[in-house]
């Protein structure tokens, strides 16, 4: 239903372009009527049920064209950012592959190197309101090459650290390094995709993250027991991964395009330049208003409880060596989990994007609450009913693998689209980092929480110094059944927990939705009509959405648009405007 009211005494012009919902193409119901409006005075209100699409996606031989010719810098810059994660998760993944190179080079005990990783989580979290701030007023492709020049800088003073401070003060730079890219990468992949393969997309990142994870620790491992002109092999791999951030930062900040950003002056588009004081109080109400969004505060809880046995799986190979597998086979074990996590994103990014469409209220949602639920029984076989023998090797890979495979789901296929859903363009980074500093300030508490059950609740004891071979064994096993109760206990409740919160996403995330895509088209219109160069155009113009309910008592959206502009032409007679007023309410009313 669309009621449209005229007053004052102006002309208005209405086009109106029929066009399909998201929804199935054979519903009749789906199909809406959009009143694409320009206004030279009075007021616009109309009325659209659920399912009307913002965007209006009508496709011609020159739009086609254009995103034709489009395609060529998107892809570059989907490469370059996934280059990008790649050197960060590898960053990120150096220290802990060479904890123990590092602790005797530097005389820093077990407890002190976990703290750095601890130190590095928490000024990572802390800034990512630093890093939406960075990308919404400036080029997100350069924030990504700032970045990695940042943790570049940081890894080569690692390299050069002699002492524990100098360690912990590189790390808290490398901390500020990745969290201002991260945000950055994922709306830049959020905005060079459409609904259509954006799960895909946020697969592939990521797998390349992961990829990313493998080759750092491979690294970190490989190079540990070697020397170069008497300078030990792991300083020689942070100078390496450093130096390959920096060739990524300088090719990122040359190719790759934020389509946000003209290229005339570098400001964005959307964000004239304003001051700073300005800018930041924009950032906390543009920060306030995503926090109030119904369907981002439920992800971001069932993400708290998702991400808390990622963080805990951090045990999972001293967990493997305890059973009595060689570092190679747990190496190897342990590689193959994160391959079949890196497989799994691309297959439920895929899923995804196809349930999105044959199912746009629930798909997504149904797909992330049988990745979670699947992990509940998986992690109870491979840490409670595997035996705990190192000649199983092939049936804790084959459950490894499984496992690793349908618990990556959530990410790629529900919670990164449905953020870009869910909010306008412009607010992409700050649901993104918003959603990061989140999670990752609760998960990073994830391993010592595993330490605390598997000691003083499951009964893990270190081995006696001095003990047998044999006493030994038999310690390392008990202690590999203590850790595996701890594990499933961090691993089994959350799971269970966060999807069990997926299901408040069926009410939620339709609404916020549509009201996201009815923000999208008045934010269009009144840009369009800005832009104008008529002086009838240069005043200011208000819009309000809010809900209600219709006759059939089902949700529906109303937005009202208002133009205020002075009476200066003057050519129409009373009786041509009231006809014409009446004919535009009888129609709008049918």
Same mark, same amino acid.
């Given at each position: 239903m669309v009621e449209v009211g005229v007053s004052g005494s102006q002309i208005m012009r209405i086009y109106v372009l029929p066009f399909k919902s998201n929804g199935s193409t054979h519903d009749p119901t789906n199909t809406h009527t959009i009143h694409n409006t320009l206004l030279l005075s009075g007021s616009l209100h109309f009325t659209s049920r659920p399912g009307v699409n913002a965007l209006l996606r009508r496709r011609s031989p020159i739009h086609l064209g254009v995103e034709r010719a489009k395609m060529k810098p998107?892809?570059?810059?989907?490469?370059?950012?996934?280059?990008?994660?790649?050197?960060?998760?590898?960053?990120?993944?150096?220290?802990?592959?060479? +904890?123990?190179?590092?602790?005797?080079?530097? *005389?820093?005990?077990?407890?002190?190197?976990?703290?750095?990783?601890? !130190?590095? @989580?928490?000024?990572?979290?802390?800034?990512?309101?630093?890093?939406? +701030?960075?990308?919404? *007023? *400036?080029?997100?492709?350069?924030? &990504?090459?700032?970045?990695?020049?940042?943790?570049?800088?940081?890894?080569?003073?690692?390299?050069?650290?002699?002492? !524990?401070?100098?360690?912990?003060?590189?790390?808290?730079?490398?901390?500020? =390094?990745?969290a201002i890219v991260i945000p950055a990468i994922q709306s830049l992949v959020a905005d060079s995709t459409d609904d259509s393969n954006r799960g895909l997309a946020f697969g592939w990142l990521q797998l390349t993250g992961n990829l990313g994870s493998i080759i750092g620790g491979l690294?970190?491992?490989?190079?540990?027991?070697?020397?170069?002109?008497?300078?030990? =092999?792991?300083?020689? @791999?942070?100078?390496?991964?450093?130096?390959?951030?920096?060739?990524?930062?300088?090719?990122?900040?040359?190719?790759?395009?934020?389509?946000?950003?003209?290229?005339?002056?570098?400001?964005?588009?959307? *964000?004239?330049?304003?001051?700073?004081?300005?800018?930041?109080?924009?950032?906390?109400?543009?920060?306030?208003?995503?926090?109030? &969004?119904?369907?981002?505060?439920?992800?971001?809880?069932?993400?708290?409880?998702?991400?808390?046995?990622?963080?805990?799986?951090? !045990?999972?190979?001293?967990?493997?060596?305890?059973?009595?597998?060689?570092?190679e086979k747990t190496g190897f074990l342990w590689t193959l989990f994160i391959i079949a996590s890196s497989l799994g994103g691309i297959f439920g990014g895929r899923m995804g994007d196809i349930l999105s469409k044959r199912f746009p209220n629930s798909g997504r949602i149904v797909l992330s609450q049988i990745s979670s639920a699947s992990a509940v029984p998986l992690a109870a076989i491979l840490l409670l009913v595997l035996p705990d023998n190192p000649s199983t090797t092939f049936l804790h890979g084959l459950v490894l693998f499984i496992m690793g495979f349908s618990m990556s789901w959530n990410a790629p296929a529900t919670n990164n689209p449905i953020f870009a859903e869910i909010v306008p363009?412009? @607010?992409?980074? @700050?649901? +993104?980092?918003?959603?990061?500093?989140?999670?990752?300030?609760?998960?990073?508490?994830?391993?010592p929480v595993v330490g605390v059950l598997a000691q003083h609740v499951y009964g893990y004891k270190p081995a006696a110094k001095g003990s047998t071979d044999s006493s030994q064994i038999e310690t390392d096993r008990e202690n590999a059944k203590s850790l595996a109760r701890a594990l499933y206990a961090a691993i089994g409740f959350p799971m269970s927990l966060c999807c069990f919160i997926y299901t408040f996403l069926y009410c939620s995330y339709p609404r916020d939705r549509e009201r996201a895509r009815m923000h999208a088209l008045i934010e269009s219109e009144m840009l369009h009509l800005e832009s104008s160069t008529s002086p009838l155009y240069e005043q200011d113009g208000q819009f309000h959405i809010s809900e209600a309910k219709d006759f059939d008592d089902k949700d529906q959206t109303e937005v009202d648009l208002t133009y205020e502009i002075e009476d200066s032409l003057d050519f129409i007679d009373n009786d041509e405007k009231h006809l014409l007023n009446h004919q535009l309410i009888d129609s709008g009313s049918k």
């Open positions: 998107e892809a570059v810059t989907l490469i370059l950012v996934n280059l990008a994660a790649i050197m960060e998760r590898t960053d990120e993944s150096l220290l802990p592959g060479v +904890y123990k190179e590092v602790g005797a080079a530097l *005389h820093i005990d077990p407890t002190g190197l976990g703290s750095l990783t601890l !130190f590095r @989580s928490v000024v990572q979290s802390s800034c990512y309101p630093l890093a939406a +701030y960075l990308a919404v *007023h *400036h080029n997100r492709a350069h924030v &990504i090459a700032v970045g990695a020049f940042l943790w570049a800088a940081a890894t080569f003073l690692v390299a050069i650290s002699s002492t !524990f401070f100098q360690v912990a003060i590189s790390r808290a730079l490398n901390g500020i =390094g990745l690294c970190s491992i490989l190079m540990a027991s070697t020397s170069f002109m008497g300078i030990p =092999g792991w300083r020689i @791999s942070f100078h390496l991964v450093g130096l390959i951030s920096v060739i990524v930062g300088l090719l990122v900040w040359i190719f790759a395009n934020d389509p946000h950003f003209s290229e005339n002056n570098g400001r964005g588009k959307d *964000h004239p330049r304003k001051p700073l004081w300005s800018e930041i109080k924009d950032l906390v109400k543009e920060s306030k208003s995503v926090i109030g &969004i119904q369907s981002f505060q439920i992800i971001v809880s069932q993400g708290v409880a998702g991400s808390f046995p990622w963080s805990a799986l951090s !045990f999972a190979p001293m967990w493997l060596e305890l059973v009595g597998f060689s570092h363009k412009k @607010s992409r980074t @700050s649901i +993104y980092a918003l959603d990061r500093s989140f999670e990752s300030i609760l998960s990073s508490f994830a391993p």
